[in-house]
């Protein structure tokens, strides 16, 4: 199972992922959410989940400083960005920060459950690799 973290600054949009998506279908487990990225970087560094999915403007610490971060520790974490804002800028900033995806509010469940099976197609890949890597000659 994928271990999620979400940070979202809109408490009506963050209850709305934690209670009404079915996170367990999609074989993810919420460890952890947060209201803004200083606490959601908190959670990140406690809870090392797979993914993160987090709103790009947030108070305290965005969601692209949030991901620079992460980035900068060395973390495996998997980040999408989930955002009102469909500027290029964001879009550019998130790529180059190595983000998984970017979507925009409102998101489908079915377009969330396409990318957590992404990334745990992903994280299975790298696994193999790198157990292939330390049997290996």
Excluded: C, H
């Amino acid at each position: 199972m994928l271990k999620l973290v979400i940070a979202e600054d809109e408490d009506i949009i963050r209850m709305g992922l934690v209670q009404t998506i079915d996170w367990q279908a999609m074989e993810v487990e919420l460890v952890g959410e947060a209201a803004d990225g200083m606490e959601d970087l908190e959670q990140v560094k406690k809870l090392l989940p797979d993914v993160l999915l987090t709103d790009i403007r947030m108070p305290r610490l965005s969601g692209l400083e949030l991901a620079d971060k992460v980035l900068a520790m060395g973390q495996r974490t998997r980040v999408v960005f989930l955002t009102s804002y469909a500027e290029f800028d964001y879009a550019r900033e998130a790529l180059r920060l190595q983000a998984v995806d970017y979507l925009l509010k409102p998101v489908e469940e079915e377009e969330l459950a396409k990318v957590m099976q992404n990334i745990a197609k992903d994280l299975a890949k790298q696994a193999e690799l790198e157990a292939g890597g330390e049997n290996g000659p």
